[in-house]
Every structure is written in structure tokens, then in C-alpha cells.
């Protein structure tokens, strides 16, 4: 948003009680009150005065460096994280504490989200998507959990993702095994079936009402049953390729960053840090570079 002193109008009053908060912005009305020097910015900020609840604003409550002391960090923030700079790198180049990385890269992610969901409401359902998740964790390894985005092949733009807790599985000594029983009887065990349902309503969202949708995948069990619930026709095309770099799914790129860098920070939350990677990997993924076009070969139609 353009927060220019000279051209900014507020869109909306952002006092969430109020009812101009959201809808009847015709008949908003609201009256500037003078501005403030900022110091950071070295610039005039407008305050404004909502005529409905009386709260006052600033343009600057609109802007994505609101409430930062060092707005000029985030402008350079994206691009060295989508270039796979550590987190400690960058606040060393930058300057910084880490933890005002850890924060910024959380707000970026946000707003990407926010920008994604804005953009999407007026998107025309995608007719072809590629589905293909990836693991990653929560503090430790005995708390996995996997993405699914679902990936327009032509554009690479991810047009939903969920997420699922899932158990942790593979080898393990047999310490392991009890410390994760232990874990299992203290916090609960995760369903089962999540992975199943979480692509389900992936689906059912990306399929947006579609007659008809193609959806191009791996060999995963899953997919082929959540496939079976939809109530369009689907033409499912899978491949048995590993996972390489020139993989043909489009979803894979995607996942190495998040792969690089769990979220591993021992104060968060459980739900802290997955919201944490998802607002990362959305992040990351908006600003990466198209992939190379992709053969169209290798692929086999389960119908």
C-alpha cells in the first residue's frame, strides 16, 4: 500500500470494533488531524481521526514497517533469505540481533499470506495443479509434519496448502522408540488419517466448484483416496520419479528451503513454529525464480 503523506486515504478504519473496520466504506467518513515527525524514516507522518469510534490512526498503521525501528531492514530481508542466507548471516550483514531477523522473516511471511488470500479471492480456479508434500519438523524430529501445497504447473503459483502432524516413523533405537511413546502418552498421539483428510480439503478447495480438474502427483497412498472423495471428475496423472532437482513435479523446488532450515527455536510454540514455516516457505516461494520448463514425458494416467 502507498503510504505517500501526500496521496495516502486509509482504506478502511483499523480499529477492528469498529463497523467501518470492514464493508461500508462509502459512507466512512474520517478527518486528518495534523502528522508526526518520524525519526527512522526522517519523514511527515498524517495522523487521521475515525468519525465513527474516534480512534486515531497514522498512515504508517497501513504500512508493512509499522512499529519497526529499522524499517530499512525488511526491503533488504527478502532478498537475502530467498538467496538460502542463514538467519545469523544475515543479521551479521545486516547488523542486527537475530531474533529481529526470526521476527521480520515471521512478518514477511505474513503478509504474503495476506497478499495471496487477497489475490486468490478473485482467481479463477486452477484446471491443472500438482500436489507432492514435503516433511519437516517442530523443535525435534519426533515432531514431524507435512506440507501439501498444491502448485499450478504453468506458473508455479501455489494456490492453497494445508498442513499435517504426523508420527514420527523410520529407523529408531530403541531409546527413541520409548522417548517417542512417552512423548505420545504426555501429549497425544497424531491422527492417523491427517494426511488424508488435510489433502481432501486441499481439493476440495483447489477444485473450487470445477466440473473437471487435473491433478498431477507422486505414488503417494493418500492421494488417490482423497481423489476418490471429490465430486468432480479427475484426471489423476502420476509419476514414480525420485526426488532430484530436475524432478517434474513442480512442488519440489518449493520444499528445499523449508528442508534447509527447520524450525527449531525451544521458546515457540508447537503451533508457533509450524505457522512459523509455513509463513517462511510462502515467503521464499513468492520470490523465487521461475523454474525451467519441464518435459512432459513420464507420466502415467490413474483415472
Not at 232 to 240: F, P, Q
Request: hydrophobic share 30%; glycine share 6%.
Amino acid at each position: 500500500m502507498n503510504t505517500n503523506s501526500n496521496i495516502f486515504v486509509p482504506p478502511h478504519c483499523p480499529n477492528s470494533n469498529c463497523p467501518f473496520h470492514s464493508g461500508l466504506r462509502q459512507r466512512w467518513r474520517f478527518k486528518r488531524i495534523g502528522y508526526h515527525w518520524s525519526h527512522c524514516q526522517k519523514k511527515r507522518i498524517p495522523r487521521f481521526l475515525c468519525l465513527c469510534c474516534r480512534r486515531s490512526f497514522s498512515s504508517q498503521t497501513f504500512a508493512t514497517t509499522y512499529w519497526l525501528k529499522k524499517p530499512e531492514v525488511l526491503g533488504q530481508l527478502v532478498m537475502k533469505t530467498v538467496g538460502c542466507m542463514a538467519n545469523r548471516q544475515i543479521a551479521r550483514d545486516l547488523r542486527v540481533a537475530p531474533s529481529t531477523i526470526d521476527r521480520q522473516l515471521a512478518r514477511l511471511g505474513r503478509h504474503c499470506l495476506l497478499y495471496h488470500t487477497q489475490q486468490m479471492q478473485a482467481a479463477k480456479p486452477a484446471s491443472a495443479v500438482v500436489i507432492d508434500g514435503f516433511v519437516s519438523f517442530e523443535h525435534s524430529q519426533f515432531w514431524p509434519f507435512h506440507h501439501h501445497p498444491a502448485i499450478e504447473p504453468g506458473s508455479d503459483l501455489i494456490v492453497y496448502f494445508t498442513d499435517s502432524e504426523v508420527r514420527r516413523s523410520g529407523t529408531m533405537t530403541d531409546a527413541q522408540k520409548r522417548k517417542r511413546e512417552r512423548l505420545e502418552q504426555q501429549y497425544g498421539r497424531p491422527d492417523p488419517k491427517a494426511v488424508l483428510k488435510d489433502v481432501t480439503h486441499l481439493l476440495e478447495v483447489v477444485a473450487g466448484g470445477q466440473e473437471h480438474l487435473t491433478v498431477l502427483s507422486d505414488e503417494h497412498q493418500a492421494y488417490p483416496r482423497a481423489i476418490r472423495k471429490l465430486p468432480c471428475e479427475v484426471t489423476h496423472l502420476v509419476t514414480s520419479q525420485g526426488r532430484r532437482m530436475h524432478n517434474r513435479l513442480p512442488g519440489e523446488p518449493g520444499g528445499y528451503a523449508a528442508h534447509s532450515r527447520p524450525i527449531t527455536s525451544g521458546r515457540r510454540s508447537l503451533v508457533e513454529r509450524r505457522q512459523a514455516s509455513a509463513e517462511r516457505s510462502v515467503g521464499e516461494r513468492a520470490k523465487a525464480r521461475r523454474p525451467r520448463p519441464r518435459r512432459a514425458d513420464g507420466w502415467r494416467c490413474e483415472c
